[in-house]
């Protein structure tokens, strides 16, 4: 079948990845950089143009839309929706996963255990936050945040109001959550795929340092997750709407927290530290949705 990577580098790791697991497949697969297509809107003909041609027929669609151009790749997405074209991504999952806050939101309504999280409008109510959250060490996340820049752990009271105070002054959006100190810098990355987790790392930040991200020099390892982490990953994906996605846990002394739940997770880190083939699996999920999606399409026309 022919599948489409929307993706803006075609030499990245998770691109190159799904490539050559779709060629080993023997799918016509291609990456089309989404920032260079344009939009049809009409009732009958929705269409996409690529480099001033009408994107030609496609059977499915991977979406890889980075968190800067959320607004571009999920209208795009929309478009792939309206011409009836399978996408391993929906553009509602992926606007409303991109939203920390949403997110956050989303999962505690549907009984999904999160860090204690406030969103601050202004540094008024900032003293009665930081005696509810149990007094400093609290962290400070700007609603924007990847790859951990912009989550600050701080350490006194002091720090807290001034960093807090330092944002919203400059028109930041902030978060002010919980520090789960027993974590002791570590958090754990599921896989999903398919509503399937198919691999799972447990993440630890270097000496001194409590972000776990990998692009902060963090070390994984592969982890087997317990039944109860396991419920907490498929409820969260289920409530994002998402069929891949990377959910990240925080291993808290009230259980797993669900910290973050990534709809365009990065397949270097899971697949060189557990060995698993994820972009075969995505594969294989994209020609089952995509085979699902076009006989339901000849249902109807019968
Ligand atoms: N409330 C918290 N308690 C303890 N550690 C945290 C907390 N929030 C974030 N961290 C650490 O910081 C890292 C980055 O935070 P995260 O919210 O995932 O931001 P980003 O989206 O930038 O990766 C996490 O992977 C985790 O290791
Ligand atoms: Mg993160």
């Known amino acids: 079948m022919r599948i489409v990577i929307f993706s803006r580098g075609a030499g990245l790791y ?9 060629l080993r497949r023997r799918h016509q697969i291609e990456v089309v950089d989404h920032l260079q297509c344009s939009i049809l809107i009409e009732e009958r003909t929705p269409r996409i143009y690529y480099g001033g ?3 030609g027929e496609m059977e499915a669609v991977i979406p890889r839309i980075g968190a800067s151009v959320t607004f571009h790749g999920a209208s795009l ?3 792939v929706e309206a011409m009836k074209i399978f996408t391993a991504t929906r553009a509602e999952a992926l606007i409303k996963a991109r939203d920390k806050l949403r997110c956050l939101q989303q999962l505690a309504i549907a009984g999904v255990q999160v860090p204690k999280t406030f969103f601050l ?36 009271r002091q720090t807290a109001v001034s960093v807090v ?23 754990v990355r599921a896989f999903v795929v398919g509503g ?19 692009h902060r020099g963090a070390t994984a390892e592969i982890i087997r997750l317990s039944d109860l982490e396991e419920r907490v990953v498929k409820k969260a994906v289920q409530v994002m709407g998402l069929h891949i996605a990377g959910v990240d846990l925080l291993r808290s002394r009230r259980g797993p927290l669900v910290m973050e739940v990534n709809a365009s997770p990065g397949l270097e880190g899971i ?32």
């Open 77 to 79: 997405i929309r478009q």
């Open 121 to 156: 409008q202004n540094t008024q109510d900032l003293p009665s936050v930081l005696e509810w959250l149990g007094g400093a060490p609290v962290v400070v996340k700007l609603l924007e945040s990847t790859h951990g820049v912009g989550v600050i752990l701080a350490e006194s």
């Open 53 to 55: 041609l009408p994107l």
């Open 165 to 187: 105070e330092a944002f919203i002054r400059t028109g930041e959006k902030v978060l002010v959550q919980e520090f789960i100190k027993e974590a002791e810098g570590s958090d």
């Open 271 to 302: 697949e060189t530290i557990t060995g698993v083939d994820i972009a075969g699996r995505i594969i294989e999920f994209v020609e089952n949705g995509a085979r699902r999606l076009s006989s339901a399409r000849t249902a109807r026309t019968l």
């Open 196 to 214: 399937q987790i198919v691999a799972a790392m447990k993440r630890q930040a270097l000496a001194g340092e409590f972000r776990s991200n990998l």
């Open 14 to 22: 998770s691109t190159q990845s799904l490539l050559r697991a779709g």
